[in-house]
């Protein structure tokens, strides 16, 4: 039975959720009970399901005795970990890229480890020094995937795609997420990128926030929902206010709601349902009590824009999609 508002896996980010303890030390080598108290807060929000994004804790460099701790964590608190976000492990970094590889395979080992269902991925590489340095880090350009670049274009799909045979193997989906000034980072270079890696278990993490967030003009959200959506099989949700002056070179965009932003997420459900879409979830945010918008930002996806019924015309998908048995 397709998926209905009222079971559709929605994960809570974790976004607000630090790495490093305030009085020393990091998540990563807390006791249970620092785990214990972020999934109980997530739960408490009112989510079933969390991303354990690796800003907060890296599921693959946990022992096998770790991993099984963090699972019998999240499940005392009542909460799945069907997915986990790798974030900024490039593996065309050209500084960094045999070890973002060889982290993104035991992201993989330990998302099977957990009964996790996605990993997401992406090309999108560490801040710099002046986008640490802002209040919100994309009103400075990072990184830039170097463009007309056949050699470092080969290097992405070769490894993306020795990536996503690993997960094949282990019974996963893997997700590339959409960035700005990356290979994924448009469109027609996402579903480029797709094609030239031509594995069904690879599909796209439409982040279409991480697009229209940028300072400068952008590509037509309408036309990007309908490049980008028919190959979805995970999704970080988030929204933007976004102003524009192009008379006078102007750009901004600050963090909204879902329903207050400049994407239309009632368009872009219907798009990608349209064609298949299936895959979890994910709502995002940034800034302020982040978890609380997240939770506001489910209830808007359940309440308004999910099929309320299992009758609805579900087409037929382009890449493979996941089955993750919801939670109560």
Same mark, same amino acid.
């Given at each position: 039975m397709p998926y209905t508002a009222a079971d559709w896996p929605i994960t809570a980010a974790l976004l607000q959720f630090p790495h490093d303890l305030p009085g020393g030390g990091t998540v990563q080598d807390a006791d249970a009970s620092v785990w214990m108290d972020v999934f109980t807060e997530v739960r408490e929000a009112g989510f079933a399901d969390v991303d354990l994004f690796d800003g907060w804790v890296r599921p $693959? #460099?946990?022992?096998?005795?770790r991993l099984d701790e963090l699972k019998r964590t999240a499940d005392a608190a009542g909460v799945g970990t069907p997915a986990i976000s790798a974030i900024r492990r490039s593996v065309i970094d050209a500084s960094n890229w045999e070890e973002n590889l060889a982290y993104s395979h035991r992201t993989l080992e330990a998302a099977a480890h957990l009964g996790s269902e996605v990993v997401s991925i992406g090309l999108h590489q560490a801040l710099t020094t002046k986008q640490r340095e802002q209040l919100w880090f994309w009103t400075v350009e990072g990184h830039r995937d170097p463009v007309g670049d056949a050699q470092v274009w080969g290097d992405a799909v070769a490894r993306i795609r020795e990536l996503g045979r690993h *997960? *094949?193997? +282990? $019974? +996963?989906? +893997?997700? +590339?997420?959409?960035?700005?000034?990356?290979?994924? $980072?448009? $469109? #027609?270079? *996402?579903?480029?990128?797709?094609? #030239?890696? #031509?594995?069904p278990n690879v599909g796209l993490n439409p982040d279409l926030g991480n697009l229209v967030r940028s300072h400068r003009p952008i590509e037509n959200i309408h036309e990007l929902i309908a490049k980008t959506m028919p190959y979805a099989n995970y999704w970080h949700v988030k929204n933007y206010v976004r102003d524009e002056n192009t008379a006078r070179g102007h750009y901004s965009a600050m963090p909204a709601p879902l329903e207050s932003g400049v994407i239309s997420y009632r368009e872009a459900f219907k798009v990608a349902i349209a064609h298949g879409f299936q895959g979890i979830i994910c709502a995002e945010h940034y800034g302020g009590d982040g978890l609380s918008v997240c939770a506001s930002n489910q209830d808007y996806l359940r309440n308004r824009i999910l099929p309320q019924t299992a009758d609805y015309r579900l087409g037929t998908p382009l890449v493979a999609q996941g089955r993750q048995q919801p939670r109560p």
């Open positions: $693959g #460099d946990l022992s096998p005795r *997960a *094949a193997e +282990l $019974g +996963l989906l +893997l997700s +590339l997420e959409m960035y700005e000034d990356t290979y994924i $980072g448009t $469109g #027609d270079s *996402a579903v480029r990128l797709l094609h #030239d890696i #031509d594995l």
